[in-house]
T-cell receptor, first 113, second 120 residues
Framework: GDSVTQMEGPVTLSEEAFLTINCTYTATGYPSLFWYVQYPGEGLQLLLKATKADDKGSNKGFEATYRKETTSFHLEKGSVQVSDSAVYFCALEDGGGADGLTFGKGTHLIIQP | DARVTQTPRHKVTEMGQEVTMRCQPILGHNTVFWYRQTMMQGLELLAYFRNRAPLDDSGMPKDRFSAEMPDATLATLKIQPSEPRDSAVYFC??????????????????FGAGTRLSVL
């Protein structure tokens, strides 16, 4: 079945550091890929998405590129802020018609001033 | 500001009791999902509905869990009887899916804040 693997962390960085959170996936079809973010005590919010190979999703300084050849969708940001501290989830939606999302375990990101 | 509303936000109950969680999807959304989040398993899809009809509940323990949509503005997830292993955060999400053709699909899911369930 489908699966998503991401680094679990916690990942601790200093403010203004460069961020990479790795995400790889296994899927039978042509999935859409997502990054969701969860702040403490809140639900998940969509951060960015990509629906086909070589698409780049971007939002709030975060970027991720859909790499079909490496089955990856790594999240990057050039300069993180304390307010970026949260849990980040990589997810996929199977392109075969099933609509539920398959999530990675989540990466807890801590940004120190 | 449209949002998915879940009630209650927190629920503490004793083993064997019935628990009902409610979700109000975003108006106009035709697809509603239930997810469960635990430390061990992460986020798991339990069930989902389209146009109020159940499409997939394969992730849900059938003997004690049930999910329904009495109308387009309300989805419920019920556990009877509850067990300590059901302790988790339960999320509802809604979205809009009009067409199975991928490039037309609006497959963004909007999540509620969750119900944190503790079964003692």
């Amino acid at each position: 079945g489908d699966s998503v693997t991401q680094m679990e962390g916690p990942v601790t960085l200093s403010e203004e550091a460069f961020l990479t959170i790795n995400c790889t996936y296994t899927a039978t079809g042509y999935p859409s890929l997502f990054w969701y973010v969860q702040y403490p005590g809140e639900g998940l919010q969509l951060l960015l998405k990509a629906t086909k190979a070589d698409d780049k999703g971007s939002n709030k300084g975060f970027e991720a590129t859909y790499r079909k050849e490496t089955t990856s969708f790594h999240l990057e940001k050039g300069s993180v802020q304390v307010s970026d501290s949260a849990v980040y989830f990589c997810a996929l939606e199977d392109g075969g018609g099933a609509d539920g999302l398959t999530f990675g375990k989540g990466t807890h990101l801590i940004i120190q001033p | 500001d449209a949002r998915v509303t879940q009630t209650p936000r927190h629920k503490v109950t004793e083993m064997g009791q019935e628990v009902t969680m409610r979700c109000q999807p975003i108006l106009g959304h035709n697809t509603v999902f239930w997810y469960r989040q635990t430390m061990m398993q992460g986020l798991e899809l339990l069930a989902y509905f389209r146009n109020r009809a159940p499409l997939d509940d394969s992730g849900m323990p059938k003997d004690r869990f049930s999910a329904e949509m009495p109308d387009a503005t309300l989805a419920t997830l019920k556990i009877q009887p509850s067990e300590p292993r059901d302790s988790a955060v339960y999320f509802c999400a809604s979205g809009c899916r009009r067409d199975r053709v991928k490039w037309l699909a609006k497959n963004i899911q909007y999540f509620g804040a969750g119900t944190r369930l503790s079964v003692l």
